[in-house]
């Protein structure tokens, strides 16, 4: 199966958290959406992506590298898992940080788009 269009709109939903492009998350990450991520306690919802991706951008946030060394699909049907190593690099104030870590994040095929309704995150130690 070919998973081009999925791994786009994967990339797709990071590229737009880091820009701050809260139309198109409204459109990707849909209002049931649950997200955990690694040193979290709470689980988030669309309107947190949609906060936390604002409020990095309004402070200067920007993205610097975004790669997935490492990613396998799995396919259900309209569901589908896409399991990955990533790395993301990111500069505030000056300063870059990298963040390298695993993704698991399920995609959902409805009305003929790929959607984002849940990942879980992690980062390497």
């Keep these: 199966m070919n998973d081009r269009e999925l791994l786009q ?16 998350l409204r459109v990707l990450v849909p209002t049931e959406t649950i997200v955990m991520s690694s040193g979290e306690k709470e689980w988030k919802n669309q309107a947190n992506v949609l906060q936390s991706a604002a409020e990095f951008h309004t402070q200067g946030g ?13 396919h259900f ?6 399991w990955s190593d990533f790395l993301v690099e990111t500069e505030m104030d000056g300063k870059i940080s990298t963040s390298v ?3 698991s994040e ?3 095929r409805r009305n003929g788009r790929w959607l984002n309704p849940g990942w879980h995150t992690d980062s390497a130690k």
């Design 77 to 82: 049907g309209d569901v589908a898992i896409v």
């Design 9 to 24: 709109v994967r990339e797709s939903v990071w590229r737009a958290w880091f820009t701050g492009d809260i139309e198109s």
């Design 101 to 103: 870590g695993r993704a």
């Design 106 to 108: 399920v995609f959902v």
């Design 62 to 74: 920007k993205l610097i590298r975004l790669q997935f060394p490492r990613t396998e699909v799995q």
